[in-house]
């Protein structure tokens, strides 16, 4: 079992940059692919970026890439996702989740959910 706390979330203005961390307690999660997923209001609940347990394999959503970048250290046990150029739209719940598999597959596939965090981009 491992689990998962994010931190880093709040209110941020359009075009700034935060990042999001994701830490566990478990060794274990060195050996986890880990993503980042997102619930805008009234959404369904979105992939934004994953990576490998050796960070070697990383993936974005379409909607992300070129602003965010998705990183690991495993030695802090800690997944990063850092959020540039953000835009109102990036407002949402995001969820860091982790998977036994040691790379990103799908979300039907993680086995492990942070409860979430709140991010809001005001215009």
């Known amino acids: 079992q491992v689990h998962l706390v994010e931190s880093g979330g709040g209110l941020v203005q359009t075009g700034d940059s935060a990042r999001l961390s994701c830490t566990a307690s478990?060794?274990?999660?060195?050996?986890?692919?880990v993503a980042w997923f997102r619930q805008a209001p009234g959404k369904i609940r979105e992939f934004v970026a994953g990576i490998s347990w050796s960070g070697s394999m990383i993936y974005y959503a379409d909607s992300v890439r070129g602003r965010f970048i998705i990183s690991r250290h495993n030695a802090k046990n800690t997944v990063y996702l850092q959020m540039n150029s953000l835009k109102p739209e990036d407002t949402a719940v995001y969820f860091c989740?982790?998977?036994?598999?040691?790379?990103?597959?799908?979300?039907?596939?993680?086995?492990?959910w942070g409860k979430g965090i709140l991010v809001t981009v005001s215009s």
């Open positions: 989740a982790a998977d036994d598999i040691g790379d990103y597959v799908s979300e039907g596939e993680m086995d492990y």
């Open positions: 478990e060794r274990s999660f060195n050996d986890c692919g």
